[in-house]
């Protein structure tokens, strides 16, 4: 069977090919994985590449932010570019050209849309914060309306998406297998740390994250 052929010219991986993937599986699990991406896009010709906090409900990856942030309002009037990136591993050859990391990647292209609707906005915050701690947002003040009102929330498709995923060990040339040098992959994760309470925290025991351990 084929692989998928990329969703357009712009994403399609050029270099090292062989590490692509256009399947859209592939694309959300590498989304659902990370907490930041990278958005970039222009503002009166000048790029910039903000990092910032997203998540994913269906086929949209979703931002928020301050409805006065100047990056949230050129988002919906122009073209963009979002970049995810995750490190999951040193892979130590016996030269040093050979040496590379294990890693997944998304490019996404295309427009940023606003939700508007203030139901569409709390369920997908709830979304947001539920899928970083489960349950937790049942447990919190409710948001208000001015809150909701200053915040800007913005989603763009991932039709236009492509991952990129290196996940092996060592490729050294041959005449350097006797080298005596170590080779393999040390795996990099992420792991919560322990929890710092609030001295007026009225609860002490931290609330569980799907971070933990990866």
Not at 104 to 109: A, M, P
Not at 207 to 212: G, V
Request: proline share 6%; with cysteine.
């Amino acid at each position: 069977m084929s692989k998928p052929s990329a969703p357009s010219p712009r994403t399609r991986v050029r270099r090292m090919p062989e590490r692509a993937h256009y399947e859209a599986d592939a694309v959300t699990a590498i989304v659902d994985a990370a907490m930041i991406c990278t958005v970039a896009f222009q503002i009166d010709g000048a790029v910039h590449a903000i990092p910032t906090l997203h998540w994913r409900e269906g086929e949209h990856l979703y931002i928020h932010g301050a409805k006065a942030s100047r990056m949230l309002k050129a988002l919906v009037q122009g073209e963009a570019c979002v970049t995810i990136a995750l490190a999951d591993g040193l892979v130590l050859a016996r030269s040093a050209m050979h040496h590379s990391m294990n890693y997944r990647s998304v490019v996404i292209y295309g427009r940023f849309e606003l939700v508007a609707n203030p139901e569409d906005k709390r369920r997908s915050l709830r979304a947001f914060i539920d899928g970083l701690y489960p349950d937790r947002w049942a447990t919190l003040r409710p948001i208000n309306d001015k809150e909701l009102n200053t915040t800007s929330l913005l989603r763009i498709p991932l039709a236009e998406a492509s991952a990129k995923v290196r996940d092996w060990g060592v490729e050294d040339d041959e005449e350097d297998l006797s080298w005596p040098a170590w080779a393999g992959v040390i795996p990099l994760r992420t792991e919560t740390g322990t929890p710092r309470t609030e001295d007026d925290s009225v609860l002490s025991e931290a609330p569980a994250t799907r971070f933990a351990g990866r």
